[in-house]
């Protein structure tokens, strides 16, 4: 057997600049050319290792009567995490002190200055539990600020986030513009720098005008595309038929205004499939015709396949990469690290390798590295696993040993986890761009050489020494056997000489519709803005910027199948399923995730008559079968509400041999019917991505869950 291949990283760091924010936070090379960019109005491609600093970048925005960024990320675990990052950097190096807030969470942990000096102490006091005020203002003070600082007296930090804009009984719509005036009344004070924190989502909803009436999306959709297939005047018929009128898309768009029209940061946009492409493409396409500032890119790994995809969107991005340098002259990035290559014998070959591989971390880590774990000193360890069920596995196993663990994933054993642990077991999301700590060992595997440079940044950050164990499929390291010592640019060319190219976004089983779909929704998306806009501005040329032409509005209403509420579903980001609620079994904690999620990776002991799924953290898979007594062949090629496919044809959908979900029991979604063959629809089955249906004929057709 082919032996463990040892790499030694020495450490390095990133050239200050001589740009100061303040007298204690120096700028280093890259932000400082970000900085002069920015100035320009330049849009920007920020590559850089992780933990190099790129986040700072939410602080170098001058320009302009109100200084500032808006910051979109993929998911609410990264949004916090940055802001959190952004709030230390205040507190530390400008001297912030919280001073105000909504008032939202009054009597809460996070109930006001009073309760906390940074809002991020409140979250972690109570975990999962807390009130977390939508809006933050901090006051700087005694700090000495610098050439990159414009002076602003204080700092307004926002949270625009379905999860964290509490309404209490008042619409969430309300809460928003009851922030805007507030962080109106600091820029008649003295200014404010104001960092709005958002999901695509929520941003594509604000800048729609979607998030007032969501359900009356879906009908502005439908009228719209009425109107361009039979020929009539668009404006008129959204007049007529009540939807998009000026007052109620009025307030919602002002809130774009008053608290978006800032340059926009894209962070970790690598982590993007193609339906969030789509949406992405749609909002710089809105942004750069509405706001025209400059757009910021930030990843460890540019992805240029999604930039190329970006195109036509009028954001032409100047490339600036980090600059590093060995040892510690300068901002620290990472101390030395040792790489050690596990090779790991697998039965099968390609891609299928690297899945076979990973799955062997656990029993890795048990078997050979529990020695290790109890070494630790003053730091942390990271077990970064592919699959789901093995955070429950492992985190019990390691339990079981005496170790504490922090369990980071959507399901988890709560028995076996505590917040804080020295050892942190985690899915994908532990290589989202979060801070966890120091970090000074890692393990981990994985399927794409993207995803194992991000796994590898997690570790040895800020000039740490550290550990890292990778597990790669023993013909791989046979083939590719890197040099023994290499910078840090060289560590991720020895990474992309081990792993594929394969990244999530190019498996994602939306690829299996037909790319003319994406086309014409990034269209849709872009033009319900562009009609919200004209309708609230009065300013019809906005009608004219609308690329939706009969041929795509006829194609649209033909593919479609539900009411005019079902053409809303087209706006959402959807990955493995509809949403189920969720019992584990031997604890009684509730929860809900989509189902996709559960079938692919826990055993489902039942389904209550209320829906509800009862699992086991137990490692399973569970395919997803759709039963139905009609004919499904006249919807295929289209989109459908599921609970009105269910209702026609007859159908229940199948969890395995023994549970089912009839039409009362499944929520509104939109799914994609595919004659796919009997191959793609045991995969889509198998995989929890999609459901195999059979039908009376025996002709294999597939759904595909989006």
């Known amino acids: 057997m082919t032996e463990p291949v040892v790499l030694t990283v020495p450490a390095f760091s990133i050239p200050y600049s001589r740009l100061y924010l303040t007298t204690s936070l120096r700028l280093n090379q890259f932000q400082a050319e970000v900085y002069r960019l920015l100035e320009r109005n330049s849009d920007v491609l920020v590559t850089a290792p992780t933990g190099g600093g790129k986040t700072l970048t939410l602080l170098l925005s001058q320009a302009g009567a109100s200084p500032g960024f808006v910051a979109v990320y993929p ?25 105000d807030t909504t008032g939202l969470c009054s009597g809460g942990p996070c109930g006001g200055p009073s309760g906390a000096a940074r809002r991020c102490e409140c979250a972690e006091r109570n975990p999962g539990k807390e009130c977390v005020e939508p809006l933050t203002i901090y006051r700087i003070e005694g700090a000495e600020v610098g050439d990159a600082w414009n002076g602003a007296a204080h700092v307004a930090l926002l949270l625009v986030s379905g999860r964290y804009i509490v309404s209490q009984g008042v619409p969430k719509r309300e809460v928003l513009y009851s922030i805007a005036r507030r962080v109106l009344r600091y820029r008649r004070k003295g200014g404010v720098y104001t960092i709005t924190f958002t999901t695509p989502d929520t941003y594509l909803l604000l800048m729609t005008g979607a998030y007032r009436d969501f359900d009356g999306v879906g009908k502005a959709l439908h009228n ?181 663990v922090e369990c980071i994933a959507s399901i988890v054993p709560r028995e076996a986890c505590r917040p804080g642990g020295a050892i942190i077991v985690g899915s994908e999301a532990t290589t989202q761009g979060v801070n966890l700590g120091k970090v000074v060992l890692g393990v981990t595997g994985g399927t794409s050489s993207e995803d194992v440079v991000q796994r590898i940044g997690r570790v040895g950050r800020r000039g740490i020494d550290s550990e890292v164990y990778l597990v790669v499929p023993e013909p791989a390291l046979e083939a590719y056997t890197p040099r023994s010592r290499v910078d840090y640019w060289g560590l ?11 990244p999530k976004r190019k498996r994602d089983v939306s690829k299996l519709i037909p790319g003319s779909f994406h086309e014409l929704r990034r269209k849709l998306i872009a033009s319900l803005g562009l009609a919200s806009l004209a309708r609230v501005s009065g300013m019809r040329q906005f009608y004219g910027k609308i690329r939706v032409d009969r041929d795509d509005a006829l194609t649209l209403l033909n593919r479609v199948v539900g009411g005019p509420k079902t053409y809303t579903s087209l706006l959402v980001f959807r990955r493995t399923g509809f949403t189920v609620k969720y019992i584990v079994s031997d604890t009684g904690e509730k929860g809900e995730t989509s189902i996709g999620l559960i079938a692919r990776n826990f055993r489902i002991k039942t389904v209550t008559r209320d829906g509800r799924v009862v699992i086991d953290l137990a490692r399973a898979r569970t395919p997803i079968r759709m039963r139905v007594a009609g004919d499904p062949s006249p919807f295929s090629g289209k989109f459908v509400d599921l609970r009105l496919f269910l209702k026609i044809l007859k159908g229940r959908i199948e969890l395995g041999e023994n549970h089912s979900l009839d039409e009362g029991q499944v929520e509104d979604t939109l799914v994609y019917v595919g004659d796919t063959g009997e191959k793609t629809a045991e995969y889509l089955s198998y995989t929890g991505e999609g459901a195999e249906i059979l039908s009376p004929s025996g002709r294999r057709y597939s759904l595909i869950f989006i």
């Open 75 to 99: 998911n609410n675990t990264l949004l916090m995490n940055q802001l959190c990052t952004v709030e230390d950097m205040l507190v530390e190096h400008f001297g912030a002190k919280l001073v």
């Open 224 to 404: 719209m595309l009425l109107a361009i297939a039979e020929g009539r005047d668009v404006e008129t018929v959204l007049r007529r038929t009540g939807v998009l009128a000026r007052g109620s898309v009025d307030e919602t768009v002002s809130v774009v205004q008053r608290l978006l029209n800032q340059p926009l940061f894209i962070d970790e946009f690598h982590l993007y499939g193609p339906y969030e492409v789509d949406a992405l493409y749609a909002i710089l396409s809105l942004y750069k015709q509405v706001v025209g500032k400059p757009v910021v890119f930030s990843s460890a790994t540019p992805a240029d396949d999604i930039l190329a995809e970006l195109g036509n969107t009028g954001v032409k991005p100047v490339r600036v990469t980090a600059q590093i340098a060995a040892g510690g002259q300068g901002f620290p990035v990472r101390g030395d690290t040792s790489v050690t290559l596990i090779p790991v014998r697998t039965t099968r070959r390609g891609i299928s390798a690297y899945f076979e591989a990973s799955d062997k971390v656990p029993d890795i880590v048990m078997d050979a590295l529990v020695g290790r774990l109890a070494a630790l000193r003053g730091g942390r360890a990271l077990l970064i696993l592919e699959r789901l069920w093995m955070v429950a596995e492992l985190a019990r196993a390691l339990n079981s040993k005496g170790f504490g």
């Open 492 to 502: 991720v060319d020895a990474v992309r000489g081990l792993y594929p190219d394969y």
